[in-house]
C-alpha cells in the first residue's frame, strides 16, 4: 500500500519528534546544565537543545565561557541575564574562522538555530555559527538582528568577546564576517571591532530603524519593552554609525540584488553615501529575482570561497566591483 504525500510527511514528522524525544533524553543524561535554566530565565519559547551530533556544554556566566581553558568543538549554550546565548563551533585544521549570523526566521523556527553548515562544507574554515537569543523572548519575533534587547543590551559587546576568546582558542589568523540580510546587519556591526577580518554580505540592513516599521516596533516592544530609546542608547542600531566611529575596517563585500529598491534607498544608499570613500568596499549587484532574494546558492559559495582563499580575481569574475572606481 502506497502512502499519500500528506501522509509520509505526518511519518516524517512523528519520527523525527521520536528522534528528538530520546537525544533530549540522553542529552539531559550527559549534560543536565544545558537544561538547567537560571532563577532570572527570560525563555518564552522552546528551545531544542539535546538534539544535535554534537559536543554540547553549558556555561551558566559568560565569564565562565570567557575564562575557560580549552574550547572544544559543538554546541555551546553561554547564560547571560537569564537567556543563553547559543552558539555552534565546528573546527579544522584551517586557519580561518567563519563567523555567520543568521537573519529573519519562520515564526515557527525551531531555536537554536546554526547557519551556514551547508555553504561551509568542504572549505578550509572552522566555523563559528549563533543564534540570536532574543528571538527566546517570544514566539512572535522572528528578526533581532542580534542587537541586544533590554536584558542584553551589551550584546553585539559580548558577542565579539566570544569571537575574539574561539579565534584564539583555535589559532585562527583570519576571521570572515559572513550573514544576509539582518545577519548582513550582525556582520558589519562585528565588523567595526574586527578591522583584521573580511565581511561578505547580501542585501543588509545598515540601520536596524530604517527597516520596515512593523518589524521595527515589534522588536523595540518584545525585546525593549517598548524603549525605543534604551535601544538607541545602546550604541548598536546603526552599522553606519558603528563603523563610521571605528579606528580603522575590514574590507567588505556587499551583494545587492538590484530589484531590491526598499534596501537599496534605505540601507545600500546611505552606506557608501558615508562610507564608500572610506572603506575598502566592493559592490555586487545583479537581479536574483523579485525584491528581497539572496543571491542563488552557487554565486553565494562562490563568493565565499573566493574570500577564503584570498582570490581576488574570483572576486573580479563574479562581478564584484570596487566602489571607488564606480
Not at 68 to 82: D, M
Not at 113 to 129: C, E, Q, T
Not at 177 to 182: D, H, Q
Request: glycine share 6%; no cysteine; charged share 20%.
Amino acid at each position: 500500500m502506497q502512502l499519500s504525500y500528506e501522509k509520509k510527511r505526518a511519518y516524517r514528522r512523528q519520527l523525527m519528534q521520536a528522534r528528538r524525544a530520546i537525544s533530549g533524553l540522553v542529552a539531559t543524561y550527559q549534560t543536565p546544565g544545558l537544561f538547567s535554566e537560571p532563577r532570572e530565565s527570560k525563555l518564552a519559547r522552546d528551545r531544542a537543545v539535546g538534539f544535535f551530533p554534537t559536543i554540547q556544554r553549558a556555561w551558566p556566566t559568560a565569564n565562565a565561557f570567557l575564562e575557560s581553558q580549552r574550547i572544544r568543538q559543538g554546541v555551546h549554550s553561554v547564560w547571560h541575564h537569564g537567556l543563553p546565548i547559543d552558539f555552534e563551533l565546528t573546527r579544522s585544521q584551517a586557519d580561518v574562522l567563519l563567523v555567520v549570523f543568521h537573519g529573519a526566521l519562520e515564526l515557527n523556527a525551531t531555536l537554536p538555530i546554526f547557519p551556514g553548515s551547508n555553504l561551509a562544507s568542504g572549505l578550509r574554515v572552522s566555523r563559528l555559527a549563533f543564534t540570536d537569543p532574543s528571538l527566546y523572548l517570544s514566539p512572535l519575533l522572528p528578526l533581532a538582528w542580534h542587537a541586544g534587547n533590554e536584558f542584553q543590551p551589551d550584546l553585539p559587546k559580548l558577542t565579539t568577546k566570544i569571537i575574539r576568546k574561539i579565534a584564539r582558542s583555535i589559532r585562527a589568523k583570519r576571521i570572515v564576517l559572513f550573514g544576509s540580510s539582518g545577519g548582513g546587519f550582525a556582520s558589519l556591526i562585528q565588523a567595526a571591532a574586527f578591522p583584521e577580518a573580511k565581511v561578505l554580505i547580501a542585501n543588509a540592513q545598515t540601520n536596524v530603524l530604517l527597516y520596515h516599521d512593523d518589524h521595527v516596533q515589534k522588536y523595540l516592544d518584545i525585546a525593549w519593552n517598548g524603549d525605543r530609546e534604551a535601544f538607541i542608547a545602546a550604541g548598536y542600531s546603526s552599522a553606519i554609525e558603528r563603523l563610521s566611529a571605528a579606528d580603522s575596517t575590514p574590507p567588505v563585500l556587499y551583494m545587492q540584488n538590484s530589484t531590491d529598491e526598499f534596501h537599496i534607498r534605505r540601507h545600500l544608499n546611505p552606506f557608501v553615501q558615508e562610507l564608500g570613500s572610506d572603506l575598502d568596499l566592493r559592490l555586487l549587484k545583479d537581479n536574483w529575482g523579485n525584491g528581497h532574494i539572496a543571491p542563488p546558492k552557487s554565486v553565494f559559495r562562490a563568493a565565499l570561497e573566493a574570500v577564503v582563499v584570498n582570490d581576488n580575481l574570483a572576486l573580479e569574475r563574479l562581478g564584484f566591483i570596487p566602489f571607488k572606481t564606480l
